[in-house]
C-alpha cells in the first residue's frame, strides 16, 4: 500500500509467491483489506480473505470452495457484496460482513442478489443503495435495506449502459450516488475515461 498523499514509501501488507493476491475492498476506517486469493491469470475467481492492518491476521471470510472475482464491502461495515463464480454465474450475492476482532463464519447464511448475471457491486456511501453491473453492461442500482439484520432489496432500476474495461475496479460512484466514473472498453490506442452525469435525463426519456 501507498499513502493517497504520496508520502512515505510503499508498504508490503502480504506476499505470496504460490498464488495471486488481488485487492478488492478497503473498510471504510482502512482497518481492514478484503483481498482474492488465488491463480486469476488462469481462472475466473479466488477466494474471499479479510487481512487486518493492526495485526497483518488474514483469514478466509467466504468458503475456499466458493469462487469470488470482485468485493465490496459497505461503508457501515456491515455488508459484503461480491461476484461469485462457483455456480456458473457471475452473479450477486452479499453476505454480513464479520465483525471487527471476530473471526468470520464461513458458514453464515447469504442472500443471492442476482440469478442472471450481474458484476462488479460498488456501494453507495450511505449503504442504502447497491449498484452492479448486468451482462449487457447495463449500470443497475438497487435500493436495499440491512438495517435489521435481514438484507432486503427494495427497488431495482436500470441506470444506463456502458461497456466496461474488463478489470477489477471499472468504474466508482460519487457519495451521493449523483455521477459515474467508467473506464469504458476502447480500441487498441487506449480506454477513453467516461464520466456519466444527468443520467436522471437518461431514464425519463426509457
Same mark, same amino acid.
Given at each position: ?83 461469485? @463464480?462457483?455456480?456458473? %454465474?457471475?452473479?450477486? $450475492? +452479499?453476505?454480513? /460482513?464479520?465483525?471487527?476482532?471476530? &473471526? =468470520? ?67 466508482? @460512484?460519487?457519495?451521493? %450516488?449523483?455521477?459515474? $466514473? +467508467?473506464?469504458? /472498453?476502447?480500441?487498441?490506442?487506449? &480506454? =477513453? ?14
Amino acid at each position: 500500500s501507498i499513502r493517497s498523499d504520496g508520502v512515505g514509501m510503499p508498504v508490503t501488507l502480504r506476499a505470496d509467491s504460490t498464488q495471486d493476491l488481488a485487492p478488492l475492498s478497503w473498510s471504510a476506517d482502512g482497518g481492514y483489506l478484503l483481498f482474492g486469493c488465488g491463480s486469476y491469470r488462469s481462472s475466473l475467481g479466488g477466494a474471499l480473505w479479510r487481512l487486518s492492518l493492526a495485526d497483518g491476521k488474514a483469514e478466509p471470510v467466504l468458503p475456499a470452495t466458493q469462487a469470488v472475482s470482485a468485493s465490496a464491502l459497505s461503508p457501515d461495515g456491515r455488508w459484503i457484496a461480491f461476484t461469485t @463464480v462457483s455456480t456458473g %454465474g457471475p452473479d450477486i $450475492v +452479499v453476505v454480513a /460482513a464479520p465483525r471487527s476482532g471476530v &473471526a =468470520p463464519d464461513l458458514t453464515a447464511r447469504q442472500w443471492p442478489i442476482t440469478s442472471t448475471g450481474g458484476d462488479k457491486p460498488v456501494w453507495r456511501r450511505d449503504s442504502r443503495e447497491l449498484y452492479y453491473m448486468r451482462p449487457d453492461g447495463t449500470l443497475m442500482a438497487l435500493a436495499v435495506d440491512g438495517t435489521h439484520g435481514d438484507f432486503r432489496v427494495l427497488s431495482e432500476t436500470p441506470l444506463f449502459q456502458a461497456f466496461q474495461r474488463d478489470i477489477f475496479h471499472s468504474y466508482d @460512484v460519487t457519495a451521493d %450516488g449523483q455521477h459515474f $466514473v +467508467v473506464i469504458v /472498453a476502447g480500441t487498441e490506442e487506449g &480506454a =477513453p475515461l467516461a464520466v456519466v452525469t444527468n443520467w436522471t435525463q437518461m431514464l425519463r426519456r426509457r
